[in-house]
C-alpha cells in the first residue's frame, strides 16, 4: 500500500531524515519508534503532503505522492491525526467532525453513527466547543475527525501522549478496533512496548535513520531495543 524508498527530509540545511525506507501493507499495523527528534513526525508530514522530500520516493498504491498537494492525498484516503490533537477551538465537537469529512459526498448521519459507537463520549459532548474537552476527549475528537473521512491509510502521531494509562489503554483498543474494521494504520508512538505490542511490524529510528526493522514480537525481544525504549 505505502512504500517509502530512501526519503531524505531537510529543514533548510539541518537534514532531520536520512534515506529511510520502509513500508506499510494493506490490513498491517506498522510502527515507527524512536526518541524525541528522531524524524517521526517529520516522515509523517510528508506523507501527507505538508513537507516535500529533498530525495527519495514515496509510492502510495504504486503512485508516486511526493509532490503532490495535501488535499489530493487526502482525498485517495491517506488521513493523518496530527500530533498535538489540533482540534479546533471555538467549534462544537459535531462541527469539528463535519469538518472531517468535507471532502466526501453524500450524508454523514451513518459516519456519525459509527463514530459515536466507537467514541461514545463525542455523543455526549456533541455540542460542546472542542477546547473545553480533556486531552484524553480531545484525542478521540482528532481520530474521529480523521475516520469521518474513511481512511485506507490511518497515520497517527502520537496518539497516547500525555494521557493518563487508562486512557492510554482505552486508546490503544481502538487503534485495534480502526484496524480490525479494515483500516491500514501507521503509528508513530513514544510509547514503543505498547506500540509493539499491537504491531505487525516496526521500524526504529535513530537521528533520522532506521537502524533496525522486524516484527512487533521480533522487536519486543530485540537487546538494543529493550535498553534503549523499554527501559533495560
Ligand atoms: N520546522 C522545523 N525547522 C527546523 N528543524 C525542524 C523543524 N521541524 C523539525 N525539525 C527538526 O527535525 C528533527 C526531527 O524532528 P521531528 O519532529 O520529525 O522528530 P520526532 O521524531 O517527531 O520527535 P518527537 O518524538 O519529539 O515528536 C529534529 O531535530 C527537529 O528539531
Ligand atoms: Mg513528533
Known amino acids: 500500500m505505502l512504500a517509502v524508498k530512501e526519503l531524505s527530509l531537510h529543514y533548510g540545511v539541518i537534514e532531520a531524515v536520512k534515506k529511510v525506507s520502509f513500508q506499510v501493507n494493506q490490513g498491517e499495523i506498522v510502527t515507527l519508534i524512536g526518541a524525541n527528534g528522531a524524524g517521526k513526525t517529520s516522515i509523517l508530514k510528508s506523507l501527507s503532503g505538508l513537507l516535500k522530500p529533498s530525495h527519495g520516493e514515496i509510492l502510495y498504491h504504486g503512485k508516486n505522492v511526493a509532490k503532490l498537494s495535501p488535499q489530493k492525498i487526502v482525498a485517495d484516503g491517506l488521513i493523518q491525526v496530527p500530533e498535538g490533537r489540533h482540534v479546533f477551538s471555538g467549534m462544537t465537537v459535531k462541527e469539528n467532525l463535519s ?134
Do not use: C, W
Open 99 to 232: 469538518l472531517g469529512a468535507f471532502l466526501q459526498k453524500g450524508e454523514q448521519s451513518s459516519r456519525l453513527d459509527n463514530i459515536f459507537q466507537r467514541f461514545p463520549i463525542l455523543k455526549e459532548r456533541l455540542n460542546q466547543d472542542s477546547a473545553t474537552l480533556s486531552g484524553g476527549e480531545q484525542q478521540m475528537l482528532a481520530m474521529g475527525r480523521a475516520l469521518m473521512s474513511q481512511p485506507q491509510l490511518l497515520l497517527l502521531d502520537e496518539p497516547s501522549m500525555g494521557l493518563a494509562p487508562l486512557f492510554i489503554k482505552e486508546i490503544f483498543a481502538i487503534i485495534q478496533d480502526i484496524h480490525a474494521s479494515g483500516t491500514t494504520v501507521l503509528l508513530v508512538e513514544q510509547n514503543a512496548k505498547k506500540a509493539l505490542e499491537i504491531a505487525d511490524r516496526a521500524y526504529v529510528l535513530e537521528t533520522g535513520k532506521v537502524i533496525l526493522s522486524g516484527t512487533g514480537a521480533e522487536l519486543l525481544a530485540s537487546p538494543v531495543v529493550k535498553k534503549a525504549y523499554l527501559g533495560g
